[in-house]
């Protein structure tokens, strides 16, 4: 190869919960470097969900982590040019490109939801993933089935 590997960046962990993939999904959710607004949301948007699964015996850092977990997609389909015929090459995902993934998606489908400020939309989408319902859940089994469609070319993967 001809360049290094990057070196990987440390992520602090993040002051209510102490987790660093909270600080990762954080930075998905900020925009222009602004990050202290984006824990704001976030928090709040786990504030909300606390209310709503009061009468359960799970918490919203719960709720959390099964709606990342129920996103992340196991396999994805790459392009691949083969003999002038361009082939779909279903390979499977390391695993922080998969939570990268996972927790995009959760923010992309939380922002194109219908509701009142970003917070209340942001918790509707985790709970619904939570679920394993939503539009975050339902790219991932596209991609699995696009995927599982494409079995027959995985041998030409790399």
């Known amino acids: 190869m001809r360049k290094r590997k990057p ?8 002051p ?3 987790d660093t993939l909270v600080t990762q999904f954080v930075n998905n959710l900020m925009y222009s470097g602004k990050k ?3 824990f704001a949301v976030f928090y709040d948007a786990m504030d909300i969900i606390k209310e709503r699964v009061a009468n359960e015996e799970i918490d919203e850092y719960e709720v959390w982590k099964r709606a990342v977990n129920n996103a992340m997609p196991q396999v994805e389909v790459r392009s691949r040019r083969i003999g002038g ?5 279903p390979t499977e995902i390391r695993g922080k490109r998969k939570m ?3 927790m995009k998606w959760l923010v992309r489908f939380a922002r194109q939801r219908s509701g009142k400020g970003f917070a209340e939309k942001l918790a509707a ?7 394993n319902e939503g539009l975050a859940v339902k790219r991932k089994e596209e ?3 696009m995927a599982e469609s494409n079995r027959a070319f995985a041998h030409y993967g790399r």
């Open 100 to 102: 990268s993934i996972g």
């Open 7 to 14: 070196k990987l960046r440390i992520v602090t962990p993040d």
């Open 143 to 145: 991609t699995h089935k």
């Open 85 to 89: 015929a361009t082939f779909q090459i």
């Open 36 to 38: 202290s607004t984006a």
């Open 125 to 131: 989408e985790l709970l619904a993933a939570s679920r």
């Open 16 to 18: 209510r919960f102490g």
